[in-house]
């Protein structure tokens, strides 16, 4: 005995329902996870730019014409922080922790390379823009905190 046809229409209009939240769930966890890869990426580039001011600073122009546009370009940086901060916390709490530890440290010890910098004379010429004496390597290990968050974060979307 054959089911009646309205049956297999519901059947059909189930099954044809189930495929379209499946795909629309696939679609939306897709693009969540795209807008945090990137947002963290954007995060990290901030800290990473911090981290080169020390440099920036230390092999500025000896006529201090560029002196405002490090500060500028600094206070760009330093509201990039507080922004990518603020949005983690938001969109990823425990990633948003590491991230604050991370920037906390990075304004502790490249800020301390920022203002040794200032107060030593601009460069005067192409020997000066070797910096060989300022050492970040103390924020490893915070820098790769950051980063097992962030991949934690992901293996749980996986």
């Known amino acids: 005995m054959s089911a009646p046809i309205w049956e297999s229409a519901l059947v059909a209009a189930l099954v044809a329902s189930a495929v379209s939240l499946t795909t629309l769930w696939w679609n939306s966890r897709q693009s969540r996870l795209d807008r945090q890869r990137k947002l963290f990426a ?6 990473a730019e911090y981290r080169e001011f020390p440099f920036i600073i230390r092999r500025r122009d000896s006529t201090g014409m560029d002196r ?13 922080l507080h922004r990518y901060e603020a949005m983690l916390r938001v969109e990823a709490p425990t990633v948003a922790a590491a991230y604050a ?17 200032w107060d030593l004379p601009a460069a005067a010429d192409d020997g000066d823009m070797h910096v060989a004496d300022v050492d970040l390597s103390p924020l490893d290990s915070h820098e790769s905190a950051f980063l097992a968050a962030t991949r934690n974060q992901f293996s749980r979307w996986s």
Do not use: F, M, P, W
């Not at 954007?42 to 800290?47: G, P």
């Not at 405002?68 to 990039?80: P, Y």
């Open 42 to 47: 954007e995060a990290y580039a901030a800290v």
């Open 68 to 80: 405002s546009t490090i500060h500028r370009d600094l206070s760009r940086v330093q509201v990039a």
């Open 101 to 117: 530890r991370l920037v906390a440290e990075t304004r502790r010890i490249a800020g301390a390379e920022i203002s040794k910098a």
